[in-house]
């Protein structure tokens, strides 16, 4: 099991930058990919970024190069720095952790809402 705690959301105007944070705990070992994710209201979730404990990193087109994905590794954490935020970016953020295991879905956290106002 992995317990996942978030956070870092809240309301922001566009332009603005926010950081989520996201700390695991539990049977965490070996390769393992941990990401951000969100949901707006009437849409499907979404990946918007994932970084694997060895440092490879993936985002969507709609966050390069406003978004950055990092992780402390010795601190089981991961965070979303998210810089020149958009309205359309307003969703609940929810980190995922996938390992050996769990890789078909994995753990989720209770999510975060993020909220760019125009």
């Known amino acids: 099991q992995v317990q996942l705690v978030e956070s870092g959301g809240g309301l922001v105007q566009a332009g603005g930058s926010l950081r989520l944070s996201c700390a695991a705990s539990?049977?965490?070992?070996?390769?393992?990919?941990m990401g951000w994710y969100r949901q707006a209201p009437g849409k499907q979730r979404e990946v918007v970024a994932t970084?694997?404990?060895?440092?490879?990193?993936n985002y969507i087109d709609s966050v390069k190069g406003r978004f950055t994905i990092s992780r402390d590794n010795r601190a089981n954490t991961v965070y979303l720095q998210m810089n020149s935020l958009k309205p359309e970016d307003t969703a609940v953020y929810y980190c995922n952790y996938k390992g050996p295991g769990s890789w078909a879905d994995g753990y989720w956290g209770q999510g975060t809402q993020v909220t760019v106002s125009s």
């Open positions: 970084m694997t404990s060895i440092g490879v990193s």
């Open positions: 539990g049977s965490i070992f070996g390769i393992n990919v």
